[in-house]
């Protein structure tokens, strides 16, 4: 963005990441390597053959070197999504290894605990499975079409585990194919729960049933993000026909009846989701830029590009954030603050000329009467 104060031009351009040599590259894939309070970033990388696995602590700049076990169990599981999470206190990463779940400690990466998850007593180590932190500390699994939650502090089981099946989804086809959920912000112990050929389940584990279902298209299976909740976890926002080159399409639905709330959204490229925000809009990325979307509105609002950034792009509140080789990149989304850093650099009285182009009424002392 350009300003233009007296004889002089102002650039105004994104905030730059903090300064952390010698940091990874971000692969943008399965690991999550911010935790939610972004006080701790994963590092992990092979360079010529050589793993990294570290914790790095932005507050103080401290790097902590990952224990034996978290060094031998965990690459494994970033071979595929929702293998390995960040609790909502950023005090435990959990992993999924066979039919364990492991709990490290954070910043150390020290294994806390070894929990094993409830199944079948055979072909467990063939069973699929996945893994998600809850906003309110908890963790909830899937395994052999089993789902469960856990308090990681502790170790214990919360509740009893509940054995999923729908009309078209056994529980059979889960222990095969089950690999994803997303848990509702605000609900503890409700997880949406993607089954057979797109059917989409929201189950309740404290009441043992299921609240919601609908069906979303079978072929949006990716390792990008293709659903998200919004912070209240009253709103959803889908991402379908992601195979079909250049036809993606956006869908929101209110929850827990998953009524369409618009019209559906042609998406172009876009491959994957970063967010909805607190008052309602989308931000996703075609790997080339952000974009920024709303219920309602059939036409993309805004575009950023960031092809040049390798990074993994986080919503946290009112900050997109991307963790990038440099280090964390923070950008505000909110609109007033982004006003009075612009007038900050132009802010200044309107000459005769500038008051003339101005409608009747408008305010004329200043080029940002709001500030």
């Not at 908890?138 to 729908?166: C, M, Q």
């Not at 390792?223 to 956006?250: C, M």
């Not at 827990?256 to 559906?264: E, G, K, Q, Y």
Request: charged share 20%.
């Amino acid at each position: 963005m350009l300003g233009i104060k007296g004889g002089t031009v102002l650039r105004f351009t994104l905030p730059q990441p903090d300064d952390y040599p010698d940091l990874p590259t971000p692969r943008g894939g399965p690991i999550t390597l911010l935790t939610p309070d972004r006080r701790f970033r994963i590092l992990e990388g092979n360079d010529a053959g050589k793993v990294t696995l570290a914790v790095l602590d932005t507050r103080t700049g401290r790097r902590y070197e990952a224990g034996t076990a978290a060094r031998h169990m965990l690459p494994p599981t970033y071979a595929a999504l929702r293998q390995n999470a960040s609790t909502s206190d950023g005090r435990h990463l959990v992993a999924r290894s066979e039919d364990q779940l492991a709990v490290y400690s954070l910043p150390r990466l020290s294994l806390h605990r070894l929990l094993r998850l409830p199944g079948p007593a055979t072909s467990r180590a063939q069973a699929t499975g996945a893994v998600a932190a809850a906003d309110d500390g908890s963790v909830l699994t899937l395994y052999a079409g089993i789902l469960a939650r856990w308090d990681p502090s502790t170790g214990r089981a919360i509740g009893s585990p509940l054995p999923l099946h729908t009309g078209d989804t056994s529980q059979q086809w889960l222990a095969a194919n089950g690999q994803s959920l997303w848990p509702r912000p605000r609900h503890p112990g409700q997880v949406l729960v993607r089954g057979r050929d797109g059917e989409m389940s929201l189950w309740d584990l404290r009441e043992r049933r299921l609240v919601g279902a609908f069906q979303a298209n079978p072929d949006a299976i990716s390792n990008w993000e293709t659903e998200v909740f919004d912070p209240s976890g009253s709103s959803l926002a889908t991402l379908n026909n992601i195979k079909t080159p250049d036809s993606a399409r956006i869908e929101f639905r209110s929850v827990p009846d998953f009524r369409l709330r618009a019209p559906t959204v042609s998406a172009g490229r876009t491959g994957h989701l970063i967010g909805l925000t607190r008052d309602g809009h989308l931000i996703s990325t075609d790997f080339e830029d952000l974009q920024l979307w709303q219920a309602g509105r059939t036409l993309e609002i805004a575009k950023l590009p960031v092809g040049q950034i390798s990074a993994q792009w986080f919503l946290r509140g009112d900050d997109l954030v991307a963790v990038t080789t440099s280090g964390t990149l923070t950008l505000p989304l909110d609109p007033d603050l982004w006003y009075r850093e612009l007038c900050r650099g132009v802010n200044r009285p309107l000459t005769v000329q500038e008051r003339r182009l101005l409608p009747p009424g408008a305010s004329t002392p200043k080029s940002c009467p709001k500030s």
